[in-house]
């Protein structure tokens, strides 16, 4: 199972644009059969023990494209918005932390496209517990 605890995104030229916006995004829970996006790249993910065992999370970054449901289902866990030059800062407290059980998926998706071109970084921090 994984625990989320953090999730940071932002970009760096959009700052003082007259095209600065607000943006929806989803923090969205797939359940069962679901397929990931697409587009996108598998990330590297740091251990923060190097005596830690190898991690079974698989993390992908960039996709183009959402999570799409089969015979599954997704759930949206959180939704609101964050303005572009501010980037998006979630930190739940312990008891609202998103848990995905072993097999589904989580993806953070905005909501619709930015009227400008961005580039976007960002980072989630989670804990992988074992058995």
Known sequence: MVEVHEVHIGQELDAGDTEAEL???????????????????????????????????????????KMLVGSGSLAIWHADTFHVAAGLHY?????????????????VELAKTPVDSLTWTGTIYFTEYSG
């Open 91 to 107: 930190v739940p407290t312990p008891e609202l932390r998103p848990k995905i059980a072993p097999g589904n998926r989580l993806t």
């Open 23 to 65: 943006l929806r995004y989803k923090i969205v829970k797939g359940i069962g059969t679901v397929t990931s996006g697409l587009g996108g790249i598998s990330a590297a993910i740091a251990k923060d023990d190097q005596n830690q065992a190898t991690q079974g999370s698989t993390v992908e970054a960039e996709n183009t494209t």
